[in-house]
């Protein structure tokens, strides 16, 4: 199908419903460039990551850029900032051109879907393009996505709450409510179990000393902040009950054993981190998956835009586009930030070792704060849930 050519909309009805398969094979569609967009920005990833741990053999490539003195300042923690200011000019100019459509096959619906070509070109100029700058505003960028960064957690902070909170309202709008609520124990109880184990098991792994008290707290505050979400939870007049929160410690037990697996190798406290400080097969695989895992949390995250709509719009239009255009390559624009940040540990000036990703005290700080970030926001809505109950029956008794 050529580039710019119409799909009518019994088309895209179509393709929407259709399989993975049909999706691609129907050409330029929304549906399928969100798959092109999610490899590129893999691509970006996998680029930044070879010039960081194999760059070296490029380094007489990387003369003919006089910006790179001898290659050194196009390597390292700098290649990883310059291939990352490549793929967040990339998806910031595509959010710039197609934030607020809301029709398909308009201009702007064509020009996310398809123009793949000239789309092609553009990238590969972006991508060489950081490397004619100097290393000052390379610098500058780099203390820029520390701010880019964190929103991007912010973003994927509210997309999960909203997907857990939405989760648990459709367990709770079952018609057969009595069969369900069964489901939802059963599902709660898991989780407060892997919990309970996963808490158990940094103890055993990462506090194996008395003196380790910084691991001691993070544990024994993840804990605390477990049955602080459960009591809000289940407070009389919130009722929300016991899956949410549940739910909600699953998360931050795994920001919480993150954090504590970003500590850096050497420490007395984090064995494990000795463990691994050789490059090995299990050292690869667990690169690789973290690898994989940012890239999908980008992609779910970048498709999930109406959990940031203040007003839900119940009557959906047959031509209405099915994701925010516009959110879609902001997300992705700011994960450009965060994978930039996670392969140089949060710090511009911090040289990472081979196959390591998000390593560092900064690093370990960072998912620290991210938890209490998640446990106060969740903690948040809840009260304000409270609050407008509280509200609605002072109105009525007046």
Known sequence: ?????????????????????????????????????????????????ALRDYGRGALTEMRKFKNCKEGGDCLGTEGVLRVSFGCFLFYFIMFLSTVG??????????????????KLFMLLGLTIFPFLLPSSIIQFYGEIAHFGAGVFLL????????????LNE??????????????????????????????????????????????????????????????????????????TPALMGLYVVFICWCAIRSEPVGETCNRKAEGSSRTDWLTIISFVV?????????FSTGVDSQCFQFRKDENHEE???????????????????????????WNIHHSMKKWTIDVGWTSTWVRIVNEWLAVGVYSKLTIKTLYYLFLIQFVMFE
């Not at 119409?6 to 088309?11: L, V």
């Not at 973290?290 to 980008?298: G, P, Q, R």
């Open 101 to 118: 459509t809301s029709k398909t096959h308009s201009s702007r619906d064509k020009w996310h879907s398809g123009w793949w070509f000239a």
């Open 1 to 49: 199908m050529e580039t710019g050519t119409s799909i009518d909309n019994t088309g895209y009805e179509g393709i929407k419903n259709g399989s993975w398969f049909i999706q691609f094979r129907n050409g330029c569609n929304p549906w399928m460039a969100r798959y092109v967009y999610g490899l590129i920005f893999l691509l970006a990833n996998l680029l930044a990551w």
């Open 290 to 298: 973290a690898l994989l895992a940012m890239v999908i949390a980008t």
């Open 319 to 345: 031509d209405a586009i099915p994701y925010g255009y516009g959110f879609f390559h902001f997300v992705f624009a700011t994960g450009a930030m965060y994978f930039a940040m996670l392969l140089v540990g």
């Open 170 to 243: 459709c367990f709770q709008a079952q018609k057969d409510a009595e069969r369900c609520h069964v489901h939802v124990m059963l599902l709660a109880t898991t989780a407060y179990t892997v919990c309970i184990l996963g808490v158990i098991l940094m103890y055993i792994w990462y506090v194996p000393e008395p003196s380790c008290l910084l691991n001691i707290f993070f544990i024994t505050w993840t804990l605390f902040l477990i049955q602080l979400m459960t009591s809000i939870s289940l407070h009389p007049k919130i009722n929300a009950g016991f899956l």
């Open 155 to 166: 973003i994927q902070l509210i997309s999960i709450i909203s997907f857990i909170t939405w």
